[in-house]
């Protein structure tokens, strides 16, 4: 009977070693299929007529295709990507066709990253704008909520900063 658990017991081992061996390459193969986006430095530039976005939180591939009106595939392929992008990445993107009511901020605005507690009517008010200005500035539309980390175009001030 002790020989029975002892075998029983190496079976066991042997089978916990196996799942552990799987589940390592399982994860490094998962790793190289999937590596985070990397824009490979002095190969890749950006296209003429793109300029630099900073991607923000919420923001990823389809998104930003969606917004500048190319696929998620251009995106990549224009930025030498292996991945989807994260906030902080900066890739490049087409510049919006200028139209009349073309939305973007003013020249002189600056970014100002969202703090807990903020809104936009708080933020209208402490930079002295009305709340439509901060909305059309930085092309958003009345439904969309942003989190702590998004970053928006604000007036030059020191008041809410």
Not at 37 to 60: K, R
Not at 61 to 76: C, H, K, N, Q, R
Not at 90 to 115: F, H, M, N
């Amino acid at each position: 009977m002790a020989t029975i658990r002892g075998l029983f017991k190496a079976i066991l081992a042997m089978l916990f070693a196996i799942i552990v061996i799987l589940a390592i390459l399982l994860h490094s193969t998962r790793e190289q299929r999937n590596p985070d986006p990397v824009l490979e430095e002095g190969s890749c530039q950006a296209p003429e007529g793109w300029s630099a976005h900073l991607v923000q939180v919420g923001e990823n591939l389809t998104f930003l295709a969606g917004m500048v009106d190319i696929s998620p595939a251009e995106i990549v392929i224009a930025n030498c990507l292996q991945g989807d992008v994260h906030p902080g990445d900066t890739i490049y993107l087409p510049t919006p066709r200028l139209s009349l009511d073309a939305c973007g901020p003013p020249d002189d605005w600056v970014q100002y990253e969202i703090q807990p507690g903020d809104s936009l009517p708080l933020l209208a008010e402490a930079f002295a704008v009305p709340e439509a200005a901060l909305w059309h500035a930085n092309c958003m539309s009345e439904n969309m909520t942003f989190l702590p980390g998004f970053r928006i175009y604000v007036p030059p001030s020191t008041v809410a900063q």
